[in-house]
């Protein structure tokens, strides 16, 4: 089941042609890896189709021979979704790298899986128009691998994230049917809503070759600050403070120092002047179209953080300034992994109990031995907890950690947050999948995964844990 035949390979080339088709060492261990830690699961092939017949053709072959397939996208996911751990056939996304079109009367664009998320957004603003939808790696991951992971990102808080955009999806199941989820309308109320099914079901259900997205009017001002905290718990605290006063961020993002510090070290000309004794950072941003509005809005969280350990507020007085310190934020993660081999939890609680998971996150730490970074989308109480390997031997990293995290996210449901907000499942993070979930839920889950993909070749060995 998991080797490949010269057979089955000549029979991809047929449909794709020679050009589109790799077998070589150096393409498929290129392809078996993504930005989860240091995991390497080469296909024994990989193909890069571009229309959706050729893609139903693929499936179709290999449902009938029993072949896993693994559709890739750009590789930054965080959880190993991509990773192809039963060989089989890896589907790249690359070619479908398309905006079909963008609809100025109606709001909707319609574009292939393989586009930048950024490329969209720059697109779509040319037109006046905004996608809001914004993770961290934007720049470099693809769209369709945002609705395969329903990604969110830092303006998740005030806009929301991927599957508030997705409008339909042109979809072809594990049989090779080629199927559109539902239609491009605001409204929708005909049968069960199988495009919301598809978004963040990881390729375990059929691949994704067309998305219609709604999108919003641009907004056109935005104030952006950077406050400096002498406790990261009060950070944690001042969150929901905000809220509680009647503003609503369009971004409210937490760093703790070291995040920072391994930042500035990491990107070039980053330099954000920081006393000693800070713990923590808020990066707090708000948008619309009145600037005085704005400006209205940044006094009174000033005014809530007064309550609050704080250092002097930098706020970001020019597009050069702000873009500065976006780059800071968004680069954590890519900082965190240079330092050292890690592991990332994706946890998110209800915003109000964000220093009680802060705290236990500390906690549990020093109990098993590993030290850890931690930053993230505080605004929505998604926070990313960055495990550091360091000097940690085998069989801590291996055993205790795993252990650690177990009840890192033991926690995080006890305070009534599940144990991905945004990176996904996938491999990594499946056999936890007993915490949020009871067996009766994970049987409905199975249930709905072999109406869709009875011989289990979409994305094998993903969400479920192992029995």
């Given amino acids: 089941m998991n080797d490949i035949s010269p057979v089955l390979v000549d029979q991809l080339k047929e449909i794709l042609g020679e050009s589109n088709v790799f077998i070589d ?9 993504d930005q989860t830690e240091d995991l390497v699961f080469p296909p024994s092939v990989v193909v890069k189709p571009k229309t959706v017949e050729q893609v139903s053709a693929i499936l179709k072959m290999a449902n009938t021979q029993g072949m896993p397939v693994t559709t890739i996208g750009a590789r930054t996911g965080l959880s190993g979704g991509a990773l192809s751990v039963c060989k089989g056939i890896g589907l790249s996304m690359e070619r479908f790298n398309k905006i079909l079109e963008i609809d100025e009367q ?18 779509v603003a040319e037109k006046g128009l905004f996608y809001p939808v914004d993770p961290s790696s934007k720049g470099s991951c693809f769209i369709g691998g945002n609705v395969a992971e329903n990604s969110g990102g830092a303006r998740a808080v005030k806009y929301g994230v991927t599957k508030d955009y997705v409008l339909n999806l042109e979809v072809v ?14 409204k929708n109320a005909t049968g069960y809503n199988l495009t919301q099914l598809l978004v963040g079901s990881e390729g375990t259900l059929g691949v994704i070759t067309k998305i219609v997205l709604k999108l919003i009017p641009a907004v056109t001002h935005n104030v952006l600050m950077l406050v ?9 605290e001042a969150v929901s ?21 391994w930042t500035m070290r990491y990107v070039d000309n980053a330099s954000v002047p920081i006393q000693e004794g800070i713990e923590a950072h808020l990066l707090i941003e708000v948008d619309g179209n009145n600037a005085d509005v704005l400006f209205e809005e940044a006094e009174k969280i000033v ?3 007064d309550a609050f350990e704080i250092d002097e507020v930098l706020f970001a007085d020019t597009e050069d300034q702000k873009n500065a310190l976006w780059t800071l934020r968004r680069a954590v993660g890519e900082a965190v992994k240079a330092n050292s081999i890690y592991k990332e939890e994706d946890t998110v609680v209800p915003r109000y109990s964000l220093p009680e998971l802060l705290e236990g996150v500390k906690r549990i730490g020093n109990k098993y031995g590993f030290k850890s970074v931690c930053y993230g989308h505080a605004g929505d109480g998604n926070l990313h907890i960055n495990i550091i ?20 996210f033991q926690l995080t449901v006890e305070l009534g947050g599940t144990i991905s907000g945004e990176h996904g499942i996938g491999y990594v993070q499946r056999n936890f999948m007993d915490i949020p979930f009871k067996n009766g839920q994970l049987l409905l889950m199975k249930g709905i995964k072999d109406v869709f993909d009875p011989n289990g070749i979409m994305n094998p060995k993903k969400i479920f844990p192992d029995t």
């Fill in 25 to 33: 060492q150096e393409t498929t261990k290129l392809y078996g890896s």
């Fill in 106 to 123: 109606n709001l909707q664009v319609v574009v292939e899986p393989g586009v930048i998320t950024q490329v969209l957004q720059d697109a």
């Fill in 173 to 186: 199941l594990a049989n090779g049917d080629i199927i559109w989820t539902g239609a491009n309308t605001l």
């Fill in 228 to 236: 400096p905290f002498y406790k990261a718990k009060q950070a944690c």
């Fill in 241 to 261: 403070a905000i809220f509680k006063s009647g503003i609503v961020p369009s971004a409210l993002e937490f760093m703790e120092r070291d995040a920072i510090d």
């Fill in 303 to 305: 005014g809530v953080l």
């Fill in 389 to 408: 390997r360091g000097d940690l031997d085998e069989k801590v990293w291996n055993e205790d950690v795993t252990k650690g995290i177990r009840e890192l």
